[in-house]
C-alpha cells in the first residue's frame, strides 16, 4: 500500500489533487470513505482541533487504519494544529500528516515552532507529512458575509517568503495564502490568485495545499492543480449538506438513527463525489 508521499507523488504525475474532507464523526467518515471507494482514489480524512476532539483522536487514527487494512488509500491529517505540544500528541497518535498552524505568528516565530514539529515528525516516523503555513486566510468554517478582516492581495503569501519559509522549515507541505478563504463568503469573492499560486510553487518546490476551498468554482479548482496545488480542503459545503440532510430527514418522524442518518450521510457523499471527480481531472486520467 502505497504511503501518503507516495501518492503525492502520483498526483505530481497526473496533475491532480488529492481531495481532504473534514469530519467529526463516524458519519462524516462513512460518507468520506464511501464516496472515495466508489470512485477508486485516495483521500485524506481531516480533524482539526475541535474536531479531533469531539471523536477522539485515537479513534479516528484506528477507523482510518481500518479502512487502510481494507485496502483503501485513506490518510488521516490532523488539521490546524496551533500549539507544539498538539502537533507532537497528534504524531504519537500515528497520523499521516499533521498541520504546524503558526501563520498569525511572527516569521522567526512560525519557523521556530515548525521546525521544532519537522524535527520531531522525522524522529518519529519519516513517512508522517508536515505541512506549514504561511499567510493569513482567516479561521471560520462558517457561510460569511464579506471577506473576513486581515485577508487581501496584499497580506498574500510572497513567492520569496514562501521559499525562506520552506528552506528554514524543511516542511513538506505549505499551505500559502493565495485568495483562499477558510468558509464560504457569499458573495463568491475572493477568487483564487492562479499567477501567485503558480509563483509559490516554482520558488518552493513542494506540493501546495489549497485551504478553504469551499466556495471555489471547479474551474478555479482545475488552474489551481495546473498551478501546482496537490491537496484540496473542503469543510464547510460538508457541514452544511450535513446539516440540511439531517434537518430533513428528521421531519420524517423515524425515530432509528441508522435510517435518518442515512440521508446526512448520502447527501455529504454527493459533495465529496462532485468534488473528487474535479479534483482527479474528472476521472479520465
Ligand atoms: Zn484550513
Known amino acids: 500500500m502505497k504511503s501518503l508521499r507516495e501518492w503525492l507523488s502520483w498526483t505530481e504525475e497526473k496533475r491532480v489533487a488529492i481531495g481532504h474532507f473534514n469530519i467529526s ?6 460518507a ?49 494544529t496551533y500549539s507544539v505540544e498538539k502537533a ?13 498552524d503558526a501563520a498569525e505568528k511572527s516569521f522567526e516565530e512560525n519557523v521556530r515552532m515548525t521546525k521544532e514539529i519537522v524535527a520531531y515528525a522525522r524522529l518519529k516516523n519519516p513517512e508522517i507529512l508536515v505541512e506549514g ?23 498574500q503569501t510572497k513567492p520569496e517568503d514562501a521559499k525562506k519559509f520552506v528552506e528554514q522549515t524543511g516542511i513538506d507541505l505549505l499551505a500559502p495564502s493565495v485568495g483562499n478563504v477558510h468558509g464560504i463568503v457569499k458573495t463568491g469573492e475572493p477568487k483564487l490568485n492562479i499567477e501567485r499560486i503558480r509563483a509559490i510553487r516554482q520558488a518552493v518546490g513542494i506540493p501546495l495545499v489549497l485551504h478553504g476551498g469551499s466556495g471555489n468554482k471547479d474551474d478555479e479548482f482545475i488552474n489551481a492543480i495546473d498551478a501546482g496545488v496537490r491537496i484540496i480542503h473542503i469543510n464547510t459545503e460538508l457541514r452544511l449538506a450535513y446539516k440540511e440532510g439531517l434537518a430533513e430527514a428528521v421531519k420524517s418522524g423515524e425515530v432509528a438513527p441508522y435510517k435518518f442518518m442515512q440521508e446526512a450521510v448520502e447527501d455529504m457523499k454527493k459533495v465529496v463525489i462532485s468534488k473528487l471527480r474535479v479534483f482527479n481531472g474528472e476521472l479520465t486520467q
Open 133 to 155: 503555513e504561511l499567510g493569513f486566510i482567516g479561521k471560520s468554517s462558517k457561510v460569511l458575509d464579506t471577506i473576513p478582516d486581515g485577508v487581501s492581495e496584499e497580506t
Open 25 to 30: 464523526d463516524s458519519e462524516g467518515f462513512k
Open 88 to 100: 507532537k500528541a497528534a504524531i504519537d497518535a500515528g497520523v499521516d500528516s499533521v498541520i504546524i
Open 32 to 80: 468520506v470513505v464511501e464516496a472515495a471507494k466508489g470512485l477508486q482514489v485516495p483521500v485524506i480524512i481531516g480533524v482539526s482541533e475541535g474536531e479531533r476532539e469531539f471523536i477522539g483522536l485515537e479513534e479516528i487514527v484506528a477507523l482510518v487504519k481500518i479502512a487502510r487494512g481494507n485496502g483503501l488509500p485513506v490518510f488521516i491529517n490532523a488539521d490546524h
